[in-house]
């Protein structure tokens, strides 16, 4: 969606992305996204259950994964000049319990280009709780007059 901030008079878009589970669609749907960052010419944020995670500590419980499991996400990043937008709070947005064992991964984020960032240098994600759903809400905030 094209969203126009009224206080800085500047249009900027955001997206909401949920990406494939299943790794034989995934090379296509990453290369697909880095395609569509050719053709947004406005600062660009995606809000998205990413189904990948981009660093150890983005996971507890379970097996630890493969080095190459951070690969996908952290390309992206390079490739489109953006970072995950920090987090205040807790990391983890879905839990799962997997036989015996608790599961707690960062699979949803909100990410950014380095535009965007420019113009909302003090934005982080805040994670509600889980309710219905194994994944919680992401709350992104731009500004630090958020009350915490």
Known sequence: MVVHDTALAQNVVISNIY????????????EH??????VIDSPWCLISDLNEIGAPNE??????????????????????????????GR???????????????RLDRAIARKD??????????????????DHCPIILSTTIEYDR
């Open 91 to 105: 990391l983890f947005t879905w839990r799962r319990r997997i036989h015996t064992n608790l599961i707690y991964e």
């Open 33 to 38: 996204l880095i395609e569509l960052n050719n």
């Open 116 to 133: 965007w960032l420019n113009i909302y240098p003090q934005a982080f994600e805040l994670h509600g709780n889980f309710t219905c759903s």
């Open 19 to 30: 990406a494939p589970a299943q790794l034989r669609h995934k090379e296509y749907f990453w």
């Open 59 to 88: 996971k507890r419980g379970g097996i630890t994964p493969a080095d190459s499991k951070f690969k996908r996400l952290n390309h992206f990043l390079e490739a489109i000049n953006a970072e995950s937008v920090p987090v205040d």
